[in-house]
């Protein structure tokens, strides 16, 4: 089977439902035979962007291209673009074969050449034993790889698939996320998928674009955008952040080397913090920083000098196996820490007096 390896761009994308904007200037490129994913909370507009894709909702404004030709106005059969749809949309009363042969059959394919597709096809899914069978007689995983083997069959130039994970259980959709990464490798085809759960993108994509009220915040690597936030909400909804809101001080940003930057914070008052390589602009701005990062000690430890240490006291303490969540009130200010867990580490109880230790090369200044 020769599949294709198209690229995608989205330029200027506009769409509203009567005054309702639900997309809003979208510019996005994606790269021949990239796993994509458009990820974002709830009514964010992720499927209204992939249904655009496919042709089924239409944008009032920017262009759509697939290999650098506009296909704005092409209707959805004419796109050659596959959609595998939440509810996998397959024909109950068919066998997986007939399933999968189904848009070939129409296209007046040749038998000899259904047969050697769909053969091919089903090897490629492992379901060449199933073929007999009817939907029903198949697990939700087995459902999920005949719905993509009778979209990949007819040879789209690109795969769009509609929270392809969310009708499997749990156990099953950790299994199937590493194997619809697999199966996208062995096809090389350009797909692009929509999920709300920032796991599923960040184990199965090679790039994702966060998307929130229509407005696309910030396209890279699972690692890139943990990372390298570039605002409270990516910082947010991709991981887990604590974000302390203030102000980086005027007149307080000494220069030169070893030289500190001052970040005043209401209710926690003003960190002295070492001066990044690209210091940010006097004024209001936001510091986060992962749990993960932020070490915990008794409260008359001496810490590491390299850490920024802050005084608190526990709120609260969760026990979640492979490490423990703190609640620690530092002023007014409630951050989170966590620490990785071993047998014999005693919990800090609620109400004791803890240092919190941050590691400043893993402080991100975010823009107010
Ligand atoms: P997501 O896939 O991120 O959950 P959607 O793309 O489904 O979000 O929806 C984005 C927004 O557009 C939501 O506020 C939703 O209510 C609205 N919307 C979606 N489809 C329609 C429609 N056909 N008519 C009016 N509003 C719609």
Known sequence: MSLNQASLECRHISLSYGSTPVLRDVNLKIEPGEFFALLGPSGSGKSTLLRLIAGFNQHQSGELLIDGQDISGVPPHQRNVGMVF??????????????????????????????????????????????????????????????????????????????????????????????????????????????????????????????????????????????????????????????????????????????????????????????????????????????????????DGQGDASRVWLDGRVESAEFLGEFSRYRVRVGEVALVADQPHYAGIAMFPPGVAVRLGIEPTQLRYLAA
């Open 86 to 299: 939440q509810n996998y949309a397959l024909w109950p009363h068919m066998t997986v074969w007939d399933n999968v042969a189904f848009g070939l059959v129409e296209r007046r394919e040749s038998r000899d050449a259904i047969a050697r597709k769909v053969g091919a096809v089903l090897e490629l899914v492992g379901l060449q034993d199933f073929a007999r069978r009817r939907p029903g007689q198949l697990s939700g995983g087995q459902q999920q790889r005949v719905a993509l083997a009778r979209t990949v069959v007819i040879e789209p130039k690109l795969l769009l698939l509609d929270e392809p994970l969310s009708n499997l259980d749990k156990q099953l959709r950790v299994q199937m996320r590493e194997e619809l990464k697999n199966l996208q490798r062995k096809l090389g085809l350009t797909t692009i998928f929509v999920t709300h759960d920032q796991e599923e993108a960040m184990t199965t994509a090679d790039r994702m674009a966060v998307l929130d009220s229509g407005l696309l915040q910030q396209v890279g690597s699972a690692a890139g955008l943990y990372d390298y936030p570039v605002n409270r909400f990516v910082a947010g909804f991709v991981g887990t952040a604590n974000v302390l809101e203030g102000e980086v001080v005027q007149g307080e940003v000494a220069q030169g080397a070893g030289a500190s930057l001052a970040f005043k914070v209401p209710g926690l008052g003003t960190l002295q913090l070492p001066r990044p390589e690209t210091a940010p602009a006097a004024g209001p701005a936001a510091l986060a920083f992962r749990p993960h990062q932020v070490h915990i000690c008794v409260g």
